[in-house]
């Protein structure tokens, strides 16, 4: 790892129920552009769904604003990228810390951010889970199920992530407890929150055909902040670093934080010629 007062690090925040792999191509191509690189495993994650229930935001913000310490500590530049779950909670953490670690010089990329959730296949009874979250226990014994189409528009990934999830690999949950999702609801009032108030330099990349959050999440984004900048996918769903749009993706975000996408498309291409 190379670190000094002239590197630049990139914290990685994975989404809910996830691991690294929800950053999919990103990750590589940041290091391949000389980018250092971090992706913490919050809090419940990389285990077993069982492991989330009691989780709370604060545990996982926690995590994340000592890992940023620790960056800032060691780098130049630090800027902060998140995907769904991950993007509200880069919201919240970028808001945050400018309160106290200064985090002028560093970018925010949202991606995916479920400000609202109302995508095409959100079920119609969505909204009842703010009244199963008033009976006690309740939420954390019921199973919010990772169903058909699992963000992905590329059949081919589609049947590979489905084979996956039901081998039982530790890339991402089957599912997760509801009271999970409850912490997302507070992410998501916190993020609104602090959306005015949060100055740095932010890109927003949302796909328009995203089945659990519309664009509409993008558009109160880019209506809120200060200093965004939209991205508009037009051939993705939800897990927009993996499907069809995730070399869009890459190239948005490194060209961003001022890397050269096509200096991380030469370094792969060495390595795999």
């Not at 960056?71 to 970028?94: F, N």
């Not at 106290?100 to 609202?116: F, K, N, S, V, Y």
Request: charged share 20%.
């Amino acid at each position: 790892m190379t670190t000094g007062q002239g590197s630049t690090a990139v914290l990685l925040i994975h989404g809910l129920g996830g691991t690294a792999y929800d950053l999919g191509v990103l990750q590589k191509a940041l290091r391949n552009a000389g980018a250092i690189t971090h992706v913490p495993t919050l809090p419940g994650h990389g285990t077993r769904p069982d492991d989330l229930v009691g989780m709370t935001a604060e545990a996982w913000l926690e995590t994340l604003a000592q890992a940023y310490r620790q960056l800032v500590a060691e780098h130049a530049t630090v800027h902060i990228a998140g995907m769904c779950m991950g993007a509200l909670l880069a919201l919240v953490l970028a808001h945050r810390v400018r309160h106290g670690i200064d985090h002028a010089q560093g970018r925010l990329a949202l991606l995916a951010t479920p400000i609202h959730i109302d995508g095409w296949s959100t079920p119609w009874y969505r909204d009842l889970r703010h009244a199963v979250y008033r009976i006690p226990g309740m939420a954390a014994r019921m199973r919010v199920e990772e169903d058909e189409p699992f963000g992905i528009k590329n059949p081919l990934l589609r049947r590979i992530i489905k084979a996956k999830l039901a081998r039982g690999d530790s890339f991402h949950y089957p599912w997760v407890p509801l009271a999970c999702i409850r912490q997302v609801d507070r992410l998501r009032r916190w993020a609104k929150a602090a959306m005015p108030e949060t100055r740095c330099e932010t890109l927003v990349i949302h796909a328009r055909d995203d089945e659990q959050t519309s664009l509409r999440s993008a558009e109160t984004l880019q209506a809120t902040l200060p200093r965004a900048r939209t991205v508009v996918l037009e051939n993705s769903y939800h897990m927009i670093c993996v499907d069809n749009d995730r070399e869009q993706v890459a190239a948005e975000v490194l060209g961003f934080f001022g890397f050269d996408p096509a200096t991380a498309k030469r370094k792969r291409a060495a390595t795999t010629g």
